[in-house]
């Protein structure tokens, strides 16, 4: 329900325990919707870019270009999205850096008008 288009979420660590890791993959235009990591201390997530072509934007920035072997870190508190380009899959390593009082927010979807135009 947070998500335009399929997505696929493979867990790499129990979920539940200390470092949650997964493997997301995104068919060609799927995205998810803008949506916050909120910690009150540390928090946030990082994104390794693994094959395919995404996007990855924060709120009040330029969408940036994702392929493969690229890093996105992500700090608690900013709002953002990722997912595929339209022409493309697009799979990322997900990990939930550990912090106190973690949670997510998931806030309105990426409209088709906002995505066409990258």
Same mark, same amino acid.
């Given at each position: 329900k947070f998500f335009i288009g399929d997505s696929f979420l493979n867990p790499l660590t129990d979920p539940k325990g200390s470092l949650p890791i997964h493997n997301a993959t995104f068919e060609p235009g799927c995205r998810n919707n803008w949506h916050i990591h909120h910690a009150s201390r540390g928090g946030g !997530?990082?994104?390794?870019? +693994?094959?395919?072509?995404?996007?990855? !934007?924060?709120?009040?920035?330029?969408? *940036?270009?994702? +392929?493969?072997?690229? *890093?996105v870190t992500i700090p608690a508190g900013v709002k953002h999205w990722h997912g595929a380009k339209a022409n493309s899959w697009f799979s990322h390593i997900a990990v939930e850096v550990p912090g106190k009082n973690c949670r997510n927010e998931w806030c309105e979807p990426v409209s088709d008008e906002e995505y066409n135009k990258l």
């Open positions: !997530q990082l994104l390794i870019c +693994t094959a395919g072509e995404g996007w990855y !934007q924060e709120e009040g920035r330029p969408a *940036v270009s994702l +392929t493969p072997g690229m *890093v």
